[in-house]
């Protein structure tokens, strides 16, 4: 393993970085490699305690694996960097289910998959690196080649995933429903999952965006979603976190008027930061939609609404980006203008949604479920990033050996944008290939650090 970084930073200096990183094909692979990994052994540790009391720190370990073998269509690459997504939280607490029974249904699948049916799983569902190896059949990726990955698994022998890969029966995500994730020093993807790395950016920065930037290009762009327009006002939860923090920036790339709900003063200056005028912090104003566990508020909605349109000038949301689920959905539903929309993700405060009905059918609103993005939407989604009109949102990072730490802070919402994760870089700002166009743009990719 060391050969291999010590390959990838001669790159660092070189005037060719191109030839340098080519030569890896002529290095061996690794029999094992370190990747954080839950065990099956330590699926019921947190059993019979609350959610927020379960710690990803005591679940996720770093840990020796074997290196597995390629399968057709296959890549195996140098992970240089990784993120935290809420995936890997919920892996880690083994909730809603523990991800050992998703490896369990994915190894019946073939004698391939079998290789992900083990008592460790390799977590983590972004990441930046360079192919080492390609299986057969791999065209259009090759040794050397700087890289991102998405994390949208799909096999494709079914017709249903034609028309849209997200509807492939056998569409999983990569390091949460399948095994060998982003979160270790090497990964194992399909190959088409990877995409360009973008040249300006460091190994942690384009590390970040993929699931999360994704998920919101599909939420609020495509046409598998809002399909949002410019003029659109679209209401938008944790507008600085990991994934609000690039709905805010499509939306204003869109010519759209985001209304950014935070829960913090530091938030809402992001936001601001970002370009959004229309902030609500949700915390100083005192919004509370529940009036205990099982009773929700309406007149919480009604103040909600009104707030919104007093920052609008009278408007309703035509688009309101949901992710927090339980909490907010009841308030999301009757904020959204008539024959609005409200796209949903992710619930990460809860599942099951609860909402008055009446303000969904009679006002005609729709509610459009929506999951990760397709190959064609992430790539569109990365090149954003690589033109500069999407920037990352980290704020941290850390080396592999704290990702417990990374993924509790996620947990508890002691974070801003993304948390990142060092795998095998060293440290942080390695793997800028274009300096000039990043000058350009310095301040925005920096915005979210150190917050």
Not at 146 to 168: I, K, P
Not at 244 to 260: F, S
Not at 314 to 333: C, K, L, M, Q, W
Request: hydrophobic share 40%.
């Amino acid at each position: 393993m060391q050969d291999i970084l010590e390959a990838i930073m001669a790159a660092e200096e070189s005037n060719d970085p191109d030839r340098e990183l080519a030569g890896l094909a002529r290095l061996p692979v690794p029999e094992s490699y370190r990747g954080v990994v839950v065990r099956a052994e330590e699926a019921r540790m947190f059993d019979g305690m609350a959610t927020r009391d379960k710690d990803p720190r005591k679940a996720l370990h770093v840990q020796e694996v074997p290196t597995p073998e390629l399968a057709p269509g296959e890549a195996l690459i140098a992970v240089m960097a990784s993120a935290i997504n809420y995936n890997t939280v919920w892996t880690s607490i083994f909730e809603p289910v523990s991800t050992f029974k998703f490896l369990q249904r994915y190894g019946r699948l073939s004698e391939l998959t079998r290789r992900h049916d083990l008592p460790y799983h390799v977590v983590g569902s972004d990441a930046a690196g360079v192919v080492l190896r390609t299986g057969p059949g791999v065209t259009r990726w090759a040794p050397g080649d700087e890289v991102v990955a998405h994390c949208l698994s799909v096999e494709l022998e079914d017709a249903a995933g034609h028309d849209d890969t997200m509807l492939d029966p056998q569409q999983r995500i990569w390091g949460f429903e399948t095994n060998f994730g982003g979160l270790a020093e090497l990964a194992v993807v399909k190959a088409n999952q990877l995409m360009p790395k973008p040249r300006h950016l460091s190994w942690e920065e384009a590390a970040s965006p993929g699931l999360v930037n994704s998920t919101a290009y599909r939420q609020l762009v495509s046409h598998h979603g809002a399909n949002m327009k410019q003029g659109d006002v679209v209401l938008i939860w944790g507008a600085s976190g990991g994934l609000g923090g690039y709905a805010t920036q499509m939306a204003l790339n869109g010519g759209a008027i985001p209304v950014c709900v935070v829960s913090s003063p530091e938030k809402a200056e992001l936001c601001r930061k970002m370009g959004a005028d229309l902030v609500i912090d949700r915390a100083a104003e005192g919004f509370r939609f529940w009036k205990d566990e099982e009773t929700q508020d309406p007149d919480e909605w009604k103040r909600l609404g009104e707030r919104i349109r007093e920052l609008t000038g009278g408007e309703d949301p035509d688009i309101v980006f949901e992710h927090p689920g339980r909490e907010t959905f009841g308030a999301s539903v009757y904020v959204a203008r008539r024959g609005g929309t409200i796209v949903t993700c992710a619930s990460t405060s809860g599942f099951q949604h609860q909402y008055d009905n009446r303000y969904l059918w009679m006002h005609l609103k729709r509610i459009v479920g929506s999951h990760f993005a397709n190959y064609h939407e992430a790539w569109q989604a990365n090149r954003l990033v690589a033109l500069g009109k999407v920037h990352p949102t980290v704020s941290r990072t850390y080396p592999l050996e704290q990702t417990g730490q990374a993924a509790y802070e996620v947990h508890r919402n002691a974070h801003q944008g993304k948390v990142g994760v060092r795998c095998l870089a060293p440290t942080d700002g390695l793997g800028v290939r274009d300096g000039e166009f990043r000058a350009r743009h310095e301040d925005a990719i920096n915005r979210f650090r150190g917050h």
